[in-house]
Protein backbone atom coordinates (compact mmCIF):
# COMPACT_ATOMS: atom_id res chain seq x y z
CA UNK A 1 0.00 0.00 0.00
CA UNK A 2 1.72 3.11 -0.80
CA UNK A 3 2.03 5.73 1.93
CA UNK A 4 3.98 9.22 1.49
CA UNK A 5 7.16 8.82 2.87
CA UNK A 6 6.73 12.36 5.14
CA UNK A 7 3.71 10.15 6.64
CA UNK A 8 5.78 6.84 7.18
CA UNK A 9 8.33 8.15 8.91
CA UNK A 10 6.12 11.12 10.66
CA UNK A 11 4.04 8.13 12.34
CA UNK A 12 7.35 6.04 12.99
CA UNK A 13 8.90 8.93 14.92
CA UNK A 14 5.44 9.55 16.92
CA UNK A 15 5.46 5.56 17.23
CA UNK A 16 8.91 4.78 18.37
CA UNK A 17 10.51 4.64 22.42
CA UNK A 18 12.62 7.49 22.58
CA UNK A 19 15.70 7.75 24.10
CA UNK A 20 14.96 10.92 26.09
CA UNK A 21 11.98 10.09 28.12
CA UNK A 22 12.00 13.91 29.01
CA UNK A 23 10.95 14.39 25.27
CA UNK A 24 8.16 11.96 25.45
CA UNK A 25 6.94 12.92 29.12
CA UNK A 26 6.64 16.63 27.28
CA UNK A 27 4.57 15.43 24.77
CA UNK A 28 2.03 13.62 26.21
CA UNK A 29 1.62 16.80 28.58
CA UNK A 30 0.87 18.88 25.38
CA UNK A 31 -1.95 15.90 24.57
CA UNK A 32 -2.90 15.61 27.76
CA UNK A 33 -3.54 19.85 28.06
CA UNK A 34 -5.48 19.26 24.95
CA UNK A 35 -7.26 16.86 25.63
CA UNK A 36 -8.79 18.68 29.03
CA UNK A 37 -9.26 22.33 27.40
CA UNK A 38 -11.14 20.47 25.04
CA UNK A 39 -13.58 18.47 27.57
CA UNK A 40 -13.79 21.67 29.64
CA UNK A 41 -14.95 23.86 26.90
CA UNK A 42 -17.49 21.36 25.45
CA UNK A 43 -18.88 21.29 28.96
CA UNK A 44 -18.78 24.42 29.79
CA UNK A 45 -20.71 25.59 26.61
CA UNK A 46 -22.91 22.24 26.85
CA UNK A 47 -23.61 23.95 30.58
CA UNK A 48 -24.27 27.41 29.56
CA UNK A 49 -26.75 26.18 26.64
CA UNK A 50 -28.43 24.39 28.92
CA UNK A 51 -28.87 27.38 31.37
CA UNK A 52 -30.17 29.32 27.92
CA UNK A 53 -32.63 26.30 26.86
CA UNK A 54 -34.40 26.16 30.31
CA UNK A 55 -34.72 30.08 30.82
CA UNK A 56 -36.70 30.04 27.77
CA UNK A 57 -38.46 26.59 28.13
CA UNK A 58 -39.52 26.61 31.81
CA UNK A 59 -38.86 30.20 33.39
CA UNK A 60 -40.55 32.28 29.84
CA UNK A 61 -43.06 29.06 29.74
CA UNK A 62 -44.72 30.28 32.84
CA UNK A 63 -44.07 34.15 32.71
CA UNK A 64 -45.70 36.05 29.82
CA UNK A 65 -44.10 36.53 26.63
CA UNK A 66 -45.94 40.01 26.64
CA UNK A 67 -48.80 41.68 27.78
CA UNK A 68 -51.46 43.89 27.22
CA UNK A 69 -53.32 45.94 30.02
CA UNK A 70 -56.11 48.13 30.29
CA UNK A 71 -56.25 51.90 32.37
CA UNK A 72 -58.73 51.19 35.24
CA UNK A 73 -59.04 47.63 34.01
CA UNK A 74 -60.30 45.30 30.89
CA UNK A 75 -63.95 45.12 30.58
CA UNK A 76 -64.09 43.16 27.51
CA UNK A 77 -60.89 41.16 27.11
CA UNK A 78 -61.92 39.04 24.86
CA UNK A 79 -61.97 41.47 21.76
CA UNK A 80 -58.62 42.21 22.68
CA UNK A 81 -57.79 38.69 22.44
CA UNK A 82 -59.73 38.36 18.88
CA UNK A 83 -57.78 41.17 17.67
CA UNK A 84 -54.24 39.72 19.22
CA UNK A 85 -55.11 36.21 17.53
CA UNK A 86 -55.43 37.87 14.26
CA UNK A 87 -51.29 38.60 14.76
CA UNK A 88 -49.96 35.07 13.06
CA UNK A 89 -47.08 35.33 15.43
CA UNK A 90 -49.45 35.22 18.39
CA UNK A 91 -50.40 31.36 18.85
CA UNK A 92 -52.04 31.97 22.77
CA UNK A 93 -53.93 35.15 24.17
CA UNK A 94 -55.66 34.85 28.35
CA UNK A 95 -56.45 36.92 30.36
CA UNK A 96 -54.91 37.37 33.85
CA UNK A 97 -54.87 40.03 37.23
CA UNK A 98 -51.82 40.28 39.07
CA UNK A 99 -50.64 41.45 42.35
CA UNK A 100 -48.06 41.50 44.31
CA UNK A 101 -48.07 40.84 48.47
CA UNK A 102 -46.94 38.29 51.11
CA UNK A 103 -48.26 35.27 52.24
CA UNK A 104 -48.55 34.00 55.51
CA UNK A 105 -48.88 29.81 56.87
CA UNK A 106 -47.76 28.45 60.22
CA UNK A 107 -46.23 31.41 61.21
CA UNK A 108 -44.43 31.94 58.31
CA UNK A 109 -44.20 34.62 55.85
CA UNK A 110 -42.70 35.04 52.39
CA UNK A 111 -43.41 37.43 49.54
CA UNK A 112 -45.24 36.42 46.47
CA UNK A 113 -46.34 37.54 43.15
CA UNK A 114 -50.29 36.38 43.17
CA UNK A 115 -51.65 35.68 39.26
CA UNK A 116 -55.50 35.56 39.05
CA UNK A 117 -56.22 33.25 35.53
CA UNK A 118 -58.52 31.44 34.13
CA UNK A 119 -58.35 27.52 33.80
CA UNK A 120 -59.62 26.93 30.50
CA UNK A 121 -57.59 29.77 29.06
CA UNK A 122 -54.48 29.33 31.28
CA UNK A 123 -52.82 26.24 29.24
CA UNK A 124 -52.86 28.18 25.85
CA UNK A 125 -50.30 31.02 27.78
CA UNK A 126 -48.46 28.72 30.26
CA UNK A 127 -46.92 25.16 30.98
CA UNK A 128 -47.48 25.15 34.93
CA UNK A 129 -50.03 21.94 34.09
CA UNK A 130 -47.00 20.12 32.80
CA UNK A 131 -45.24 20.60 36.34
CA UNK A 132 -48.18 20.10 38.61
CA UNK A 133 -46.78 17.76 40.96
CA UNK A 134 -50.54 17.69 43.28
CA UNK A 135 -53.89 19.11 42.32
CA UNK A 136 -54.79 20.72 39.02
CA UNK A 137 -55.59 24.13 37.40
CA UNK A 138 -58.84 22.76 37.21
CA UNK A 139 -59.52 22.64 40.91
CA UNK A 140 -59.36 26.39 40.50
CA UNK A 141 -63.39 27.51 40.82
CA UNK A 142 -64.83 30.84 41.20
CA UNK A 143 -65.61 31.86 44.54
CA UNK A 144 -63.96 29.24 46.24
CA UNK A 145 -60.93 31.06 46.68
CA UNK A 146 -58.10 28.12 46.07
CA UNK A 147 -54.65 28.75 45.46
CA UNK A 148 -51.73 26.65 43.03
CA UNK A 149 -48.78 27.60 45.21
CA UNK A 150 -44.79 26.24 44.20
CA UNK A 151 -43.28 23.61 46.00
CA UNK A 152 -40.48 25.41 47.48
CA UNK A 153 -43.06 28.25 48.99
CA UNK A 154 -44.95 24.99 50.16
CA UNK A 155 -42.28 23.66 52.04
CA UNK A 156 -41.02 27.09 53.28
CA UNK A 157 -44.29 28.07 54.90
CA UNK A 158 -44.89 24.71 56.00
CA UNK A 159 -48.36 24.17 54.48
CA UNK A 160 -49.86 21.33 52.23
CA UNK A 161 -52.81 20.25 50.53
CA UNK A 162 -56.03 21.70 52.00
CA UNK A 163 -54.27 24.09 54.28
CA UNK A 164 -55.42 27.58 54.68
CA UNK A 165 -52.73 30.48 53.59
CA UNK A 166 -53.13 34.20 54.03
CA UNK A 167 -52.57 36.26 51.41
CA UNK A 168 -51.86 39.93 52.81
CA UNK A 169 -52.08 42.76 49.73
CA UNK A 170 -50.15 46.58 50.32
CA UNK A 171 -53.73 47.77 49.49
CA UNK A 172 -55.26 49.67 53.18
CA UNK A 173 -58.78 48.73 53.67
CA UNK A 174 -60.56 51.02 56.43
CA UNK A 175 -61.99 48.86 59.04
CA UNK A 176 -63.53 49.80 62.13
CA UNK A 177 -59.86 49.03 63.90
CA UNK A 178 -58.04 51.58 61.41
CA UNK A 179 -56.72 51.28 58.29
CA UNK A 180 -55.34 47.62 57.66
CA UNK A 181 -53.71 45.89 55.01
CA UNK A 182 -56.25 43.98 52.60
CA UNK A 183 -56.31 39.86 53.93
CA UNK A 184 -57.75 36.98 52.41
CA UNK A 185 -57.49 33.59 53.74
CA UNK A 186 -57.36 30.89 50.41
CA UNK A 187 -56.97 27.39 50.39
CA UNK A 188 -54.19 25.14 48.89
CA UNK A 189 -55.59 23.05 46.57
CA UNK A 190 -52.44 22.21 44.44
CA UNK A 191 -48.86 22.31 43.95
CA UNK A 192 -46.27 22.91 41.34
CA UNK A 193 -42.41 22.59 40.28
CA UNK A 194 -40.88 23.98 37.60
CA UNK A 195 -37.65 23.49 39.04
CA UNK A 196 -36.89 27.48 38.94
CA UNK A 197 -36.84 30.83 41.38
CA UNK A 198 -40.73 30.54 40.29
CA UNK A 199 -41.68 27.62 43.12
CA UNK A 200 -40.50 30.06 45.87
CA UNK A 201 -42.92 33.23 44.71
CA UNK A 202 -45.35 32.25 41.88
CA UNK A 203 -49.06 31.48 43.13
CA UNK A 204 -52.19 31.19 40.73
CA UNK A 205 -55.41 31.68 42.04
CA UNK A 206 -58.78 31.83 40.05
CA UNK A 207 -58.84 35.35 38.39
CA UNK A 208 -62.71 36.19 39.28
CA UNK A 209 -60.91 35.79 43.12
CA UNK A 210 -58.58 37.64 42.26
CA UNK A 211 -60.37 40.38 41.30
CA UNK A 212 -63.16 40.22 43.69
CA UNK A 213 -60.12 40.82 46.39
CA UNK A 214 -58.57 43.40 44.04
CA UNK A 215 -62.40 45.14 44.01
CA UNK A 216 -62.27 45.13 40.16
CA UNK A 217 -65.39 43.45 39.07
CA UNK A 218 -65.79 41.75 36.38
CA UNK A 219 -62.62 43.47 34.72
CA UNK A 220 -59.17 41.86 33.86
CA UNK A 221 -56.33 43.53 34.57
CA UNK A 222 -54.88 42.72 30.88
CA UNK A 223 -54.34 40.03 28.81
CA UNK A 224 -51.15 37.58 28.45
CA UNK A 225 -49.23 36.44 24.72
CA UNK A 226 -47.71 33.38 23.99
CA UNK A 227 -45.71 33.97 20.66
CA UNK A 228 -44.19 31.45 18.20
CA UNK A 229 -40.96 33.53 18.42
CA UNK A 230 -40.67 34.97 21.64
CA UNK A 231 -37.86 37.24 20.40
CA UNK A 232 -40.31 39.46 18.47
CA UNK A 233 -42.27 39.82 21.96
CA UNK A 234 -41.08 44.14 22.18
CA UNK A 235 -42.63 44.67 18.45
CA UNK A 236 -46.11 42.29 18.90
CA UNK A 237 -46.82 44.07 22.14
CA UNK A 238 -45.93 47.41 20.50
CA UNK A 239 -47.86 46.94 17.33
CA UNK A 240 -50.91 45.76 19.38
CA UNK A 241 -51.04 48.82 21.73
CA UNK A 242 -51.11 50.98 18.74
CA UNK A 243 -53.95 49.20 16.97
CA UNK A 244 -56.18 48.95 20.29
CA UNK A 245 -58.69 51.49 21.90
CA UNK A 246 -58.07 53.52 24.49
CA UNK A 247 -54.52 54.17 26.49
CA UNK A 248 -53.24 50.48 26.86
CA UNK A 249 -49.60 49.22 28.66
CA UNK A 250 -47.51 46.83 27.45
CA UNK A 251 -44.93 44.88 28.98
CA UNK A 252 -42.66 41.98 27.68
CA UNK A 253 -40.45 39.48 29.41
CA UNK A 254 -37.13 41.10 27.79
CA UNK A 255 -37.99 44.11 30.76
CA UNK A 256 -38.75 41.22 33.16
CA UNK A 257 -36.32 38.55 32.50
CA UNK A 258 -34.10 39.97 29.69
CA UNK A 259 -31.46 40.32 32.32
CA UNK A 260 -30.96 37.01 32.59
CA UNK A 261 -30.90 35.92 29.29
CA UNK A 262 -28.25 39.08 28.08
CA UNK A 263 -26.42 37.78 31.30
CA UNK A 264 -26.05 34.00 29.95
CA UNK A 265 -25.60 34.97 26.49
CA UNK A 266 -22.46 37.26 27.74
CA UNK A 267 -21.24 34.69 30.04
CA UNK A 268 -21.00 32.18 27.14
CA UNK A 269 -18.93 34.31 24.81
CA UNK A 270 -16.51 35.21 27.48
CA UNK A 271 -15.75 31.93 29.27
CA UNK A 272 -15.79 30.15 25.77
CA UNK A 273 -13.66 32.81 24.91
CA UNK A 274 -11.18 32.80 27.87
CA UNK A 275 -11.42 28.84 27.94
CA UNK A 276 -9.95 28.91 24.12
CA UNK A 277 -7.40 30.86 25.45
CA UNK A 278 -6.76 27.50 27.65
CA UNK A 279 -7.09 25.19 24.74
CA UNK A 280 -4.42 27.19 22.54
CA UNK A 281 -1.75 27.20 25.43
CA UNK A 282 -2.36 23.75 25.47
CA UNK A 283 -2.04 23.06 21.71
CA UNK A 284 1.26 25.57 21.49
CA UNK A 285 2.82 23.54 24.28
CA UNK A 286 3.60 21.11 21.27
CA UNK A 287 5.73 23.69 19.71
CA UNK A 288 8.08 22.83 22.29
CA UNK A 289 7.87 19.35 22.75
CA UNK A 290 8.80 19.33 18.76
CA UNK A 291 11.45 22.07 19.06
CA UNK A 292 13.34 19.06 21.28
CA UNK A 293 12.38 16.16 18.81
CA UNK A 294 13.70 18.44 16.52
CA UNK A 295 17.22 18.99 18.22
CA UNK A 296 17.24 14.96 19.24
CA UNK A 297 16.48 13.76 15.71
CA UNK A 298 19.03 15.95 13.65
CA UNK A 299 21.50 13.52 13.21
CA UNK A 300 18.86 11.77 11.47
CA UNK A 301 17.37 14.89 9.26
CA UNK A 302 21.11 15.06 8.26
CA UNK A 303 21.11 11.65 7.10
CA UNK A 304 17.94 12.06 4.81
CA UNK A 305 19.09 15.02 3.70
CA UNK A 306 21.91 13.66 2.17
CA UNK A 307 20.21 10.63 0.62
CA UNK A 308 18.11 13.06 -1.19
CA UNK A 309 15.49 14.45 0.99
CA UNK A 310 14.22 18.19 0.54
CA UNK A 311 13.60 20.73 3.07
CA UNK A 312 10.10 20.21 2.20
CA UNK A 313 9.88 16.46 2.86
CA UNK A 314 11.66 17.14 6.17
CA UNK A 315 9.31 19.74 7.13
CA UNK A 316 6.14 17.67 6.27
CA UNK A 317 7.35 14.74 8.53
CA UNK A 318 7.43 16.83 11.55
CA UNK A 319 3.81 18.47 10.71
CA UNK A 320 2.94 14.85 10.72
CA UNK A 321 4.28 14.36 14.08
CA UNK A 322 2.75 17.49 15.60
CA UNK A 323 -0.58 16.93 14.13
CA UNK A 324 -0.70 13.23 15.50
CA UNK A 325 -0.08 14.83 18.50
CA UNK A 326 -2.92 17.59 18.28
CA UNK A 327 -5.43 15.03 16.52
CA UNK A 328 -5.61 12.66 19.21
CA UNK A 329 -5.69 15.15 22.05
CA UNK A 330 -8.47 16.74 20.56
CA UNK A 331 -10.47 13.81 19.67
CA UNK A 332 -10.13 12.22 22.73
CA UNK A 333 -11.08 15.77 24.45
CA UNK A 334 -14.29 15.60 22.49
CA UNK A 335 -15.22 12.46 23.13
CA UNK A 336 -14.47 12.95 27.04
CA UNK A 337 -16.11 16.50 26.49
CA UNK A 338 -19.08 15.40 24.89
CA UNK A 339 -19.72 12.32 27.46
CA UNK A 340 -19.62 14.27 30.31
CA UNK A 341 -21.97 17.26 28.84
CA UNK A 342 -24.04 14.44 28.61
CA UNK A 343 -23.75 12.72 32.30
CA UNK A 344 -23.15 16.62 34.28
CA UNK A 345 -26.90 17.00 35.35
CA UNK A 346 -26.70 13.13 37.17
CA UNK A 347 -22.71 13.50 37.92
CA UNK A 348 -23.70 16.89 39.79
CA UNK A 349 -26.57 15.30 41.49
CA UNK A 350 -24.47 12.35 42.88
CA UNK A 351 -22.35 14.37 44.07
CA UNK A 352 -25.32 16.47 45.96
CA UNK A 353 -26.19 13.29 47.60
CA UNK A 354 -22.95 12.26 48.64
CA UNK A 355 -21.96 15.85 50.39
CA UNK A 356 -25.78 16.12 51.60
CA UNK A 357 -25.24 19.84 50.07
CA UNK A 358 -27.31 21.89 47.12
CA UNK A 359 -24.61 23.53 44.83
CA UNK A 360 -27.72 25.25 43.20
CA UNK A 361 -30.97 26.98 45.25
CA UNK A 362 -34.07 27.81 43.94
CA UNK A 363 -33.64 30.67 46.58
CA UNK A 364 -30.35 31.97 45.20
CA UNK A 365 -30.33 30.66 41.64
CA UNK A 366 -33.52 31.08 38.78
CA UNK A 367 -33.55 27.09 38.51
CA UNK A 368 -32.15 24.47 40.71
CA UNK A 369 -30.33 22.19 39.00
CA UNK A 370 -27.78 21.85 36.60
CA UNK A 371 -28.79 21.44 32.71
CA UNK A 372 -26.61 20.44 29.87
CA UNK A 373 -27.30 21.14 26.39
CA UNK A 374 -25.10 19.54 23.74
CA UNK A 375 -25.10 21.61 20.54
CA UNK A 376 -23.26 20.15 18.00
CA UNK A 377 -22.03 23.33 16.09
CA UNK A 378 -20.22 24.09 19.39
CA UNK A 379 -18.93 20.55 19.19
CA UNK A 380 -17.62 21.29 15.82
CA UNK A 381 -16.06 24.71 16.35
CA UNK A 382 -14.07 23.91 19.07
CA UNK A 383 -12.94 20.74 17.91
CA UNK A 384 -11.96 22.38 14.69
CA UNK A 385 -10.64 25.41 16.60
CA UNK A 386 -8.45 23.11 18.47
CA UNK A 387 -6.90 20.93 15.76
CA UNK A 388 -6.38 23.75 13.60
CA UNK A 389 -4.12 25.66 16.14
CA UNK A 390 -2.38 22.43 17.11
CA UNK A 391 -1.49 22.22 13.55
CA UNK A 392 -0.31 25.72 13.04
CA UNK A 393 1.70 25.24 16.35
CA UNK A 394 3.71 22.40 14.39
CA UNK A 395 4.94 25.09 11.49
CA UNK A 396 7.71 27.08 13.35
CA UNK A 397 9.43 23.47 14.77
CA UNK A 398 8.91 22.13 11.24
CA UNK A 399 10.40 24.87 9.21
CA UNK A 400 13.71 24.84 11.74
CA UNK A 401 14.02 21.06 10.90
CA UNK A 402 13.88 21.90 7.18
CA UNK A 403 16.66 24.68 8.09
CA UNK A 404 19.23 21.97 9.18
CA UNK A 405 22.56 21.93 7.96
CA UNK A 406 23.58 17.93 7.22
CA UNK A 407 27.46 19.32 7.36
CA UNK A 408 26.84 20.87 10.58
CA UNK A 409 24.84 18.18 12.11
CA UNK A 410 27.05 15.52 11.16
CA UNK A 411 30.36 17.13 12.50
CA UNK A 412 30.96 15.36 15.64
CA UNK A 413 28.83 12.17 14.81
Do not use: C
Given at each position: M?????????L????A??????I?F???????????????L?T??????G???????R????V????????????D??S????????P?????????Q???M???R?????I???????????DV???Q?F???????????????????????R??G?G?????T?????????????M??L???T??????????L?G?????????AA????????M????????D?????Q?A????Q???????T?????????L??A?????T???????????????????A???V?T???????I??????????????F????????????????LL????????????G??E??????F?S????F?????S?????????????G????L???L?P??R?????P??A???D
Open positions: FRPLSLFIGRYTAKRRNHFSISLISMMGLILGVMVIVLSVMNFDRELKEILGMPHATVEAEGGMAWQVAKIALNDRVVGVAPFVAQGMTGGNVRGMLNGVLPEHEPSIIDMTRGSLDDLKSREFGIIIGDSLASLVLDDKVVVLPEASVTPAGVPRKRFVVGTFSVGAEDNYTVVHAEDRVLRMGDSQGVRLKLHLFQAPVYRLSELPGVHRNDWTRTHGNFEIRMEKMIGLLLMFIVAVAAFNIVSLVMVDKKADIALRTMGATPRLIMAIVVQGSIIGFTGTVLGTGVLLALNISDVIWVNVLSHQLADVYISYLPHVLWSDVAVISGAFIMSLATYAWASRVEAELRY
